[in-house]
């Protein structure tokens, strides 16, 4: 068999073409072509002037055909030009019809719907990443302490008007947020001005609460938590509240009646965290839910009117699974506390990216765990750790962007009488001569997906507010919320606080350095934030009491509500623990509720935001 390895050379070698012939061939196809293309530019011309149009030309052409005996005794016209001369007439006509005839209301609230839903689909794949932190006034937002008769606060979730909050007594609270008031000038039916009206209810007004065991009256079965309730989440169309609790039960709640309608033992252990995706799948009939536990896995679950089902499980994580986020739809991101990893779970691939933390050798304070993962969609999330360490990851890079160290400062160290037994001052100094002051936890972290807002909670009695660059790769400090940066100390400060304790580690000027931090005012928070729900106050959340809800794009925000659980204890346990005194001076005061914080643009800003 001959092949092009077995040939001749001779035969291999292929002909070349004839360079002197070929342009001229070239030449004379263009030549061809160059006149036929004459011709039919010519037959063009003639069928676009008026006086060659027959009466079943089309409408729009015959309507300006009377007129265009003037555009043929124009001298050097082309037809692109008459062309662009009828399209223009045509636009002008178009205009007059719709001046006379008037715009249709009807028509124009779709558009307005097709904008916002444009817009949600922007934000869901993240096209659309508003930068609007700069904007918001977090130091003077007004805030509001609530509370029921119960223990810590564990977990908070929100969904437009209500609040929904779980404590260590087995309890399930559902409050009612209140709208807040405009701030500005209202005016009478003459058109004078009038003063502002009178203040309205700030606190969330208490709708329903279930503790313990419940009956559901059309199976007749039992459901509930015999044990603490350590993690609440509401799904996006608001019809589902799912809890979890250390009985290692997942149970879903009907969110209008708070009735128990079924409950899952799946989980081997304690359920600490779940998160449902912000939008429904088409895959599937339900919404979808994650759900973590002590037992080392995350689980998903099918959550809908006709029935709830598990889906799958996910395993990876070496330790518990303290916190999670649903990405996307079958995309969720999670943490492993001890195990120092976070990891982006991608479920119809069954795959999953480990991303590993752990600070460096040279920085004061090492990670022990991660405890706390927010979301920023899509290829971004927040973790925070018992170092006090904030940092921020992409799904395209192993090792953090960017690190804040220290974000809510140190925990002063007690005094000497608190430290030790001994009687001699000497003695007890002595024995705590190598004690420094410790970081305070990452307790709570909460994102606005499409935003550029990151809200951080841990028992130094403030929320602080992060705000993310605009390339996405720096963390930058806001300050607290509901206060003046005087009224507690930047992350810098306290940072340049911590090298100076590791600078001098004699208990002399330790003890001086916490003595200077217990004059500091005394926090807004009385005790640990155990979570932090945000809501975005556009016109159609603040007026959810109305039957049919306005349309509202992003442009016109008119603010957040964030709303944080407080406990005594840590959500998780008894690491940090406040007693039940309450003056205003000590430090080791706690409440058991939630704070809410209504947060406006700055008098100097404008609601709207960059896209």
């Known amino acids: ?185 209202t005016t009478n039916q003459n058109g004078n001005s009038k003063r502002p009206p009178r203040p309205q209810r700030k606190k969330p007004k208490r709708v329903l609460y279930a503790r313990g065991m419940r009956k559901n009256a059309e199976t007749g079965e039992e459901h509930g938590h015999t044990g603490q309730i350590l993690c609440v989440a509401v799904s996006p169309s608001g019809r589902f509240v799912a809890t979890g609790g250390a009985d290692k039960k997942l149970v879903i709640w009907d969110a209008e009646t708070l009735t128990p309608t079924k409950t899952f033992t799946q989980h081997r252990d304690a359920v600490c965290t779940l998160s449902f995706a912000r939008h429904i799948s088409t895959m599937s009939s339900g919404e979808q839910l994650f759900s973590g536990s002590y037992d080392r896995c995350i689980k998903t679950w099918s959550i809908s009117g006709a029935g709830h089902a598990y889906v799958e499980t996910l395993f990876g994580h070496q330790d518990h699974v303290t916190s999670v986020a649903a990405m996307a739809i079958d995309q969720c991101v999670s943490v492993g506390a001890r195990d120092r990893t976070a990891r982006l779970w991608k479920v119809v691939d069954e795959a999953q990216l480990v991303f590993r933390g752990g600070a460096s050798k040279k920085a004061p304070y090492q990670e022990c765990n991660i405890d706390c993962i927010a979301p920023l969609p899509p290829n971004h999330f927040v973790t925070g750790s018992d170092s006090g360490s904030i940092s921020l990851w992409s799904v395209h890079k192993k090792k953090p962007l960017y690190t804040v160290s220290l974000a809510h400062g140190l925990d002063p160290i007690p005094p000497l009488n608190e430290l030790s037994p001994e009687d001699d001052r000497e003695t007890a100094a002595h024995n705590a001569r190598h004690m420094r002051p410790m970081p305070r936890w990452i307790t709570a972290l909460a994102t ?155 008098p100097n800003a404008t609601a709207e935001v960059d896209v």
Not at 28 to 56: C, H, N
Not at 577 to 600: L, M, P, Q, T
């Open 448 to 602: 606005v997906p499409g935003t550029d807002i990151v809200l951080s909670g841990s028992w130094d009695g403030f929320i602080r507010a992060w705000r993310i660059s605009d390339e996405k790769k720096t963390i930058i400090p806001l300050g607290p919320i509901g206060t003046s940066h005087s009224t507690a100390d930047s992350p810098s400060k306290q940072l340049n606080q911590s090298l100076a304790f590791d600078a001098t580690p004699d208990s002399d000027s330790m003890e001086i350095d916490a003595q200077a931090d217990r004059k500091e005012p005394g926090p807004l928070i009385k005790g640990v934030v155990n979570g932090i729900a945000i809501l975005e106050r556009r016109p159609e959340t603040a007026d959810a009491g109305q039957s049919k809800p306005q349309p509202a794009s992003a442009s016109q925000l008119r603010g957040l509500c964030v709303v944080a659980g407080v406990g005594k204890e840590h959500r998780l346990g008894r690491f940090k623990c406040y007693s039940n005194n309450y003056d205003e001076g000590s430090s080791a005061s706690g409440r058991n509720g939630a704070v809410v914080f209504e947060i406006s643009f700055a």
């Open 1 to 185: 068999m001959s092949s092009f390895f077995t040939v001749p050379a001779s035969q291999r070698k292929r002909k070349r073409e004839d360079r002197a012939t070929a342009p001229a061939t070239k030449k004379r196809g263009v030549d061809a072509k160059k006149d036929t293309g004459s011709r039919r530019a010519q037959e063009r011309e003639d069928s676009i002037s008026g006086s060659d149009l027959d009466e079943d030309e089309n409408d729009i052409v015959s309507d300006l055909s009377g007129e265009d005996s003037e555009l043929d005794s124009d001298d050097g016209e082309t037809a692109a030009d008459r062309r662009l001369k009828l399209a223009e007439r045509y636009l002008d006509n178009i205009r007059e019809e719709v001046d006379e005839a008037g715009f249709d209301a009807a028509e124009i609230d779709r558009d307005l719907i097709a904008e916002r839903l444009k817009e949600d689909v922007d934000e869901f794949k993240g096209r659309a990443f508003r930068q609007i932190a700069s904007k918001l006034s977090f130091s003077t937002a007004p805030h509001c302490f609530f509370r029921s008769d119960t223990q810590s606060t564990t977990s908070i979730a929100i969904h437009a008007p209500y609040v929904y909050t779980v404590s260590k007594d087995k309890t399930l609270t559902k409050w009612e947020l209140a709208t807040p008031a405009d701030s500005a000038e």
